[in-house]
Nanobody, 124 residues
Framework: QVQLVESGGGLVQAGGSLRLSCAAS????????MGWFRQAPGKEREFVAA????????GYADSVKGRFTISRDNAKNTVFLQMNSLKPEDTAVYYC?????????????????WGQGTQVTVSS
């Protein structure tokens, strides 16, 4: 089992930036695909980005391509989500997820381990 703790959320104006972090503990290792998802009020949880265990492959939702960047530091068991050019529609609770896998996973049902989430609010 992997425990995940997100941090870095907050309130930012449109056009601003935030960097989310996800610290993993427990049965960690570089064999986990890591993902970021988000859920806005009244909406379903949606895929944002994912990164392969080595960090060599990444995947993004169309809505964040070119604005968000996912990265990982396996030595520190931490995954990051750099969010630039934020829009009000990016407002949501952001969740980190992990799955023992070598492929990029883009649906929430694929992930077995979840963090508690961190709120991101973008004001217009």
């Amino acid at each position: 089992q992997v425990q995940l703790v997100e941090s870095g959320g907050g309130l930012v104006q449109a056009g601003g930036s935030l960097r989310l972090s996800c610290a993993a503990s427990g049965r960690t290792g570089s064999s986990y695909t890591m993902g970021w998802f988000r859920q806005a009020p009244g909406k379903e949880r949606e895929f944002v980005a994912a990164i392969s265990p080595s960090g060599g492959r990444t995947g993004y939702a169309d809505s964040v391509k070119g604005r968000f960047t996912i990265s990982r530091d396996n030595a520190k068991n931490t995954v990051f989500l750099q969010m630039n050019s934020l829009k009000p529609e990016d407002t949501a609770v952001y969740y980190c997820a992990a799955r023992y896998s070598v492929v990029i996973l883009t649906t929430s049902n694929d992930y077995a381990n979840w963090g508690q989430g961190t709120q991101v609010t973008v004001s217009s």
